[in-house]
């Protein structure tokens, strides 16, 4: 069965160093979302994403953060200056047709900034 | 601003018991709404898909139901099984571009 794969599992970074998440979403799928959860706390969402560019994002994604689909099959979460509140698990998600369909997630990357 | 509240936080139920989830949204213009399973440190695995026009859907042992206009959905399982034992989330769409919000999951334990 087709799934959401993302790297790394794991990723330990220090203040201020830019990371970037990777993940796969499945094949035949157009809208790719990012979403967070601080441990402890609610899921969040950070960005909805559909034919090369932003569809919509909330206040947590400002300027430090960014996405972008490098070819026809990754899509990424790029964070330019980490803080410590940024530690969180990072959700990659994608669906076949936006609001009417199922949203399929990722195992999630658990960012540790210290 | 569309919220999302679970209710109860958590719950411990022996097995073979039948049970509901609770899931409560304050804007009830929703596209739909989704049901997810946690595990401990895992991604988010999709149960239960119940769009807008829907009142309910059933998958094997899990039911759910969608009442819009008083803002409330229900998670039944039934027969529950040690293996249910995970964090239940409900999520809402009220967007036009599929973005999700949020509750903060019904944490079940079903003991042997």
């Known amino acids: 069965e087709p799934e959401v794969t993302q790297t790394p599992s794991h990723q330990v970074t220090q203040m201020g160093q830019e990371v970037i998440l990777r993940c796969v979403p499945i094949?035949?799928?157009?809208?790719f979302y990012w979403y967070r959860q601080i441990l402890g706390q609610k899921v969040e969402f950070l960005v909805s994403?559909?034919?090369?560019?932003?569809?919509?994002k909330s206040e947590i994604f400002d300027d430090q953060f960014s996405v972008e689909r490098p070819d026809g099959s990754n899509f990424t979460l790029k964070i330019r200056s980490t803080k410590l509140e940024d530690s969180a698990m990072y959700f990659c998600?994608?669906?076949?047709?936006?609001?009417?369909?199922?949203?399929?997630f990722g195992p999630g990357t658990r960012l540790t900034v210290t | 601003k569309q919220e999302v509240t679970q209710i109860p936080a958590a719950l411990s139920v022996p097995e073979g018991e039948n049970l509901v989830l609770n899931c409560s949204f304050t804007?009830?213009?929703?596209?739909?709404l989704q049901w997810f399973r946690q595990d401990p440190g895992k991604g988010l695995t999709s149960l239960l898909l119940?769009?807008?026009?829907?009142r309910e859907q059933t998958s094997g042992r899990l039911n759910a139901s969608l009442d819009k206009s008083s803002g409330r959905s229900t998670l039944y399982i039934a027969a529950s099984q040690p293996g249910d034992s995970a964090t239940y989330l409900c999520?809402?769409?009220?967007?036009?571009?599929?973005?999700?919000?949020f509750g903060k999951g019904t944490k079940l334990s079903v003991k042997p």
């Open positions: 998600a994608s669906s076949d047709q936006g609001s009417s369909y199922e949203q399929y």
């Open positions: 094949s035949n799928h157009l809208y």
């Open positions: 994403f559909y034919n090369n560019e932003i569809s919509e």
């Open positions: 804007d009830s213009a929703i596209y739909n």
């Open positions: 119940i769009q807008s026009s829907q």
């Open positions: 999520a809402v769409d009220s967007g036009s571009q599929g973005n999700l919000i």
